[in-house]
């Protein structure tokens, strides 16, 4: 079974910068797009960033363009986020969610972590 | 952007009860954009419908998808205890980014 493990969060104050992973097994990882997503407490789902394969094309949310960058890493079968300048609106829990294949086309997300939480406070 | 609206946001009803839930775009979508998901408390979103009405794999065929243009169905045969749960519609969007709606709560009654 496909298995996404994210790392990284923890509590952080306003204006300061964490770093996001999340480690892929169990599938070739290297053949998949991946995104981030993330659900701030008691809220609904909000996606946050994408990033092809081959890790040449990213895309973002606008709530964050210009402070996370998301990259991967294939050889490590891993992906991550950068995120800088966070704000206390950008407490959630972060999944890491792999791109559906076949017919899906990486339109929907067919695998996501358990999450790792991100608390942005003072 | 197009926005997602779903309702209602709470639906109550029994075990073996049909459950009827909607997703409407602000604006016409393609039908191969249109994705539902389940997520249980204290649990990660799973994939449930994408392409408006295909199955994911390990889907139970009680779960369908249905719709075009504005509006989408899920509907839910026959609802079992598992069933619970807050549902999802998200859509692809140009430039490669991703909506989704604010979510439907079907409650046991």
């Known amino acids: 079974e496909v298995q996404l493990v994210e790392s990284g969060g923890g509590l952080v104050q306003p204006g300061g910068s964490l770093r996001l992973s999340c480690v892929a097994s169990?599938?070739?990882?290297?053949?998949?797009?991946m995104n981030w997503v993330r659900q701030a407490p008691g809220k609904g789902l909000e996606w946050v960033s994408y990033?092809?394969?081959?890790?040449?094309?990213?895309y973002y949310a606008d709530s964050v363009r210009g402070r996370f960058t998301i990259s991967r890493d294939n050889a490590k079968n891993s992906l991550y986020l950068e995120m800088n300048s966070l704000r206390a609106e950008d407490t959630a829990l972060y999944y890491c969610?792999?791109?559906?294949?076949?017919?899906?086309?990486?339109?929907?997300?067919?695998?996501w972590g358990q999450g790792t939480l991100v608390t942005v406070s003072s | 952007e197009i926005v997602l609206t779903q309702s209602p946001g709470t639906l109550s009803l029994s075990p073996g009860e049909r459950a009827t839930l909607s997703c409407r775009a602000s604006?016409?979508?393609?039908?191969?954009?249109l994705a539902w998901y389940q997520q249980k408390p204290g649990q990660a979103p799973r994939l449930l419908i994408y392409?408006?009405?295909s199955r994911a794999t390990g889907i139970p065929d009680r779960f369908s998808g249905s719709g075009s243009g504005t509006d989408f169905t899920l509907t839910i045969s026959r609802l079992e205890p598992e069933d619970f749960a807050v549902y999802y519609c998200?859509?692809?969007?140009?430039?490669?980014?991703?909506?989704f709606g604010q979510g439907t709560k079907v409650e046991s009654k």
């Open positions: 969610a792999r791109g559906c294949g076949g017919d899906c086309y990486g339109l929907s997300f067919d695998y």
């Open positions: 604006q016409s979508v393609s039908s191969s954009y």
């Open positions: 990033i092809t394969s081959s890790g040449s094309d990213m």
């Open positions: 169990r599938f070739t990882f290297s053949n998949y797009e």
């Open positions: 392409g408006a009405s």
């Open positions: 998200q859509h692809y969007g140009s430039s490669l980014t991703w909506t």
